[in-house]
């Protein structure tokens, strides 16, 4: 009988997209051993991931891992782990807004921090780009709560609400707002702004390459000349944007613009990086609003931003529209600085129990943190 080792897990909704929560404690400290795990357990490489938990989609091919931080004044230290579907690889440069939803709650129910009566406030270290954000979470009686009335599109029902304000951002994973120190940049013959206010987003005009921009999310996919395209540009900016060699990266993400169609500021189409995604990561959702307020930017002088502060900055996505919320300061050196952003989300747990793997790839015991071995 092949014996296999069971890890602690949670399946829980972030957002709009799924994935398994586990405690850093439960896993191989050491990232080499933990991707293999990671890996088996989602059933990558596989395009149906049939042998494992992921949902052959680059939203369902998610893992948060969480732990108590302990820098001063954080509560949590959370690790997001993008797990490609048909690649053995673990891509851990981004950040994802929507697992991040999940974060808090899935804490608070495993004893990592104490819930207030009525809302708690949990400030959360993102381990991917070293940033900061406050998550706030309903807990009347001091017990998470998943119901609500807050709906967020591509998500079905409603459900409590999760606010997120995230801290300094700008430059997360390319180490400024403008990692190419351009407000727009030209490659293979089309203008392109590449911004990193949370996540490296590449934004050109869908006309560019030949859409309209309002296609759905099946026309793009099976569109390989737009595709192409977009991956000619993705490789050759990557190391311009401090990203280094982005072959097997998620990020940048790829995306495309056009004057926004059922009233908001921009509509978009985003590659996560090669398949269209079903939204808006969140992230990108406020790397995007970003681009809308840079006077230059390939967005700029196609969204329709009101005036006044905070702006509300309303992207359209293949499933309906994400709403940030941008408090910006005084430019500098004519770039407009983002004093916060702020989005709305949603989450739920959906399953607990164990996640197995057979016990030649981990016995369980191996490369564990110091004092969860102990």
């Known amino acids: 009988m092949t014996r296999q080792t069971r890890i602690p897990c949670v399946i829980q909704r972030g957002g709009?997209?799924?994935?398994p929560y586990f405690l850093a404690s439960d896993l191989p400290?050491?990232?080499e051993l933990r991707d293999r795990v990671l890996?088996?357990?989602m059933g990558s490489p596989d395009v149906h991931q049939i042998d494992g938990l992921g949902g052959a989609d680059p939203l369902t091919s998610k893992v948060a891992i969480v732990s108590k931080s302990t820098r001063d004044g954080v509560d949590l230290d959370y690790l997001f782990c993008q797990v490609k579907v048909d690649q053995p690889l673990v891509d851990v440069t981004p950040n994802c807004g929507n697992m991040l939803a999940g974060v808090a709650p899935f804490a608070l129910e495993h004893g990592l921090i104490d819930a207030n009566d009525g809302r708690t406030t949990v400030r959360v270290h993102m381990v991917n780009s070293s940033n900061l954000c406050d998550v706030h979470i309903q807990t009347p009686g001091g017990i998470v709560t998943?119901?609500?009335?807050?709906?967020?599109?591509?998500?079905?029902?409603t459900s409590a609400p999760v606010l997120i304000d995230f801290l300094d951002t700008a430059g997360s994973a390319c180490g400024s707002l403008l990692p190419t120190g351009n407000v727009v940049d030209v490659v293979d013959g089309i203008e392109i702004t590449c911004i990193d206010n949370g996540m490296p987003v590449v934004l050109l005009k869908a006309q560019d390459v030949g859409t309209t921009g309002y296609e759905t999310r099946d026309e793009l996919n099976a569109a390989d000349y737009v595709k192409k395209r977009l991956e000619s540009i993705r490789l050759q900016i990557?190391?311009?944007?401090?990203?280094?060699d982005v072959t097997d990266k998620v990020v940048p993400k790829m995306c495309l613009v056009s004057p926004a169609a059922k009233g908001g500021t921009i509509n978009t189409r985003c590659f996560i990086p090669h398949v269209c995604h079903a939204s808006i990561g969140v992230l990108a959702a406020v790397t995007v609003g970003t681009a809308c307020v840079l006077p230059g930017s390939t967005a700029s002088d196609i969204a329709e931003v009101a005036e006044g502060e905070p702006k509300v900055i309303s992207v359209e996505h293949p499933s309906?529209?994400?709403?940030?919320e941008l408090e910006t300061g005084a430019p500098v050196k004519g770039t407009p600085q983002i004093k916060r952003a702020a989005l709305l989300?949603?989450?739920?747990?959906?399953m607990e129990g164990n996640a197995l793997v057979p016990a030649d790839i981990w016995d369980g015991k191996s490369g564990l943190l110091a004092e969860a071995a102990a």
Request: glycine residues 18%; hydrophobic residues 30%.
């Open 320 to 324: 309906g529209e994400f709403s940030v």
């Open 146 to 157: 998943y119901d609500g009335n807050a709906r967020i599109d591509g998500t079905p029902g």
């Open 39 to 41: 890996l088996a357990i």
């Open 345 to 350: 989300r949603t989450t739920r747990r959906l």
């Open 16 to 19: 709009t997209s799924k994935g």
């Open 238 to 244: 990557g190391e311009a944007m401090n990203l280094g």
């Open 29 to 31: 400290s050491d990232p």
